[in-house]
């Protein structure tokens, strides 16, 4: 039993490293591609192989999300705006060396950085410590909801969740705003001026 | 001319799938993975999906934006909606404990509310963003001319 829980252990992360190598090379192929179609599709497949990682990770709320969102919906939306703005990005006027350094120092502090933090699923992480003991023993019978990500989610945190609901709600407001500059009443009506900026 | 009947006809077929999953990513989520956000997306994918094979009008035909407009605004309106319910309860704000005959069904319920108004707001929005990005060309062209 030792043993077989141990291989599977190293194959999850085998499987990680495999699915981060290739997401490291989505990367660099959108970074190089000049072709927006292309680093569009490229993204799509980062997205893909995020949502992957995530169910090796056992967060398959997060992945289906990322699925969804990340490789369904933004895809979409960026073809959509690459037909309003044509499909290649121009050559940059100058080597943009600056934000090269500053993306390295700044990755190599986050790298350091996580040199501090438990490791991976350790039940003695302090995160692990505080009221999340409370939420796995209480939750499911205060609630009658065995899910514990969603008791979390919607009871033990449903202020959060309802000021995310609206930052969605803000989002899409703004989206509108900014994209939305006339009503379609008023197109028809053609009133002459054309008051496009 | 129609050399995209294999796209129509596979359509047709995913997409009440694709809504089904939704509605049960929506109402499983009290037991397996998923809950409004992620029935959320889903849903509006299903209708974007639509929109890709069968053209803008036609999904706008089929889910007008003025119903997008108002599903956007009652999404958040029913989960505050849920809060104040349980003030008027003689609760605290999203306090579900009172919503039930007893703390666990009321509990349960606030849940389900909740997360009702998650999906819908977070599907009409998905799907609001998508209309005015597809329609923009379209739209401006209409202007500029």
């Given at each position: 039993?030792?043993?077989?829980?141990?291989?599977?252990?190293?194959?999850?992360?085998?499987?990680?490293?495999?699915?981060?190598t290739l997401m490291g090379a989505a990367a660099i192929g959108?970074?190089?591609?000049?072709?927006?179609?292309?680093?569009?599709?490229?993204?799509?497949?980062?997205?893909?192989?995020?949502?992957?990682?995530?169910?090796?990770?056992?967060?398959?709320?997060?992945?289906?999300?990322?699925?969804?969102?990340?490789?369904?919906?933004?895809?979409?939306?960026?073809?959509?705006?690459?037909?309003?703005?044509?499909?290649?990005?121009?050559?940059?006027?100058?080597?943009?060396?600056?934000?090269?350094?500053?993306?390295?120092?700044?990755?190599?502090?986050?790298?350091?950085?996580?040199?501090?933090?438990?490791?991976?699923?350790?039940?003695?992480?302090?995160?692990?410590?505080?009221?999340?003991?409370?939420?796995?023993?209480?939750?499911?019978?205060?609630?009658?909801?065995?899910?514990?990500?969603?008791?979390?989610?919607?009871?033990?945190?449903?202020?959060?969740?309802?000021?995310?609901?609206?930052?969605?709600?803000?989002?899409?407001?703004?989206?509108?705003?900014?994209?939305?500059?006339?009503?379609?009443?008023?197109?028809?009506?053609?009133?002459?001026?054309?008051?496009?900026? | 001319?129609?050399?995209?009947?294999?796209?129509?006809?596979?359509?047709?077929?995913?997409?009440?799938?694709?809504?089904?999953?939704?509605?049960?990513?929506?109402?499983?989520?009290?037991?397996?993975?998923?809950?409004?956000?992620?029935?959320?997306?889903?849903?509006?994918?299903?209708?974007?999906?639509?929109?890709?094979?069968?053209?803008?009008?036609?999904?706008?035909?089929?889910?007008?934006?003025?119903?997008?407009?108002?599903?956007?605004?009652?999404?958040?309106?029913?989960?505050?909606?849920?809060?104040?319910?349980?003030?008027?309860?003689?609760?605290?704000?999203?306090?579900?404990?009172?919503?039930?005959?007893?703390?666990?069904?009321?509990?349960?319920?606030?849940?389900?509310?909740?997360?009702?108004?998650?999906?819908?707001?977070?599907?009409?929005?998905?799907?609001?963003?998508?209309?005015?990005?597809?329609?923009?060309?379209?739209?401006?062209?209409?202007?500029?001319?």
């Amino acid at each position: 039993m030792a043993t077989g829980s141990r291989s599977v252990i190293i194959l999850e992360e085998l499987t990680a490293v495999v699915l981060l190598t290739l997401m490291g090379a989505a990367a660099i192929g959108v970074a190089r591609q000049r072709n927006l179609f292309g680093v569009v599709l490229l993204s799509g497949i980062y997205s893909f192989l995020m949502a992957t990682v995530m169910v090796v990770l056992d967060a398959v709320d997060v992945a289906m999300t990322e699925a969804a969102v990340g490789a369904g919906i933004s895809t979409v939306l960026l073809l959509g705006a690459i037909h309003l703005t044509g499909g290649t990005e121009s050559k940059p006027i100058h080597r943009p060396w600056l934000p090269l350094f500053v993306v390295t120092v700044t990755g190599a502090m986050l790298v350091y950085g996580t040199l501090g933090l438990p490791a991976f699923s350790d039940p003695q992480a302090p995160i692990h410590q505080h009221v999340a003991p409370r939420y796995l023993t209480e939750g499911p019978e205060k609630t009658g909801v065995p899910n514990v990500v969603t008791v979390v989610l919607a009871s033990y945190r449903g202020f959060d969740t309802l000021g995310e609901t609206f930052v969605v709600f803000t989002a899409g407001i703004g989206v509108i705003a900014l994209l939305r500059r006339r009503n379609p009443r008023r197109t028809q009506d053609r009133d002459g001026e054309g008051d496009r900026s | 001319m129609r050399l995209d009947i294999i796209l129509r006809v596979i359509a047709k077929l995913l997409i009440p799938f694709a809504l089904v999953f939704g509605l049960y990513v929506q109402f499983h989520g009290d037991y397996g993975p998923g809950g409004g956000f992620q029935a959320g997306v889903i849903v509006a994918a299903a209708v974007i999906f639509y929109a890709l094979i069968y053209g803008l009008p036609a999904a706008r035909r089929v889910v007008p934006d003025a119903v997008v407009e108002f599903l956007l605004a009652f999404g958040v309106l029913l989960y505050s909606g849920v809060g104040i319910a349980s003030i008027l309860l003689g609760g605290n704000f999203l306090d579900y404990f009172v919503l039930g005959a007893d703390p666990v069904s009321g509990q349960h319920r606030g849940i389900f509310w909740v997360e009702a108004g998650v999906l819908i707001t977070v599907a009409a929005v998905m799907l609001k963003i998508f209309y005015v990005f597809a329609a923009r060309k379209r739209d401006a062209g209409e202007a500029g001319q």
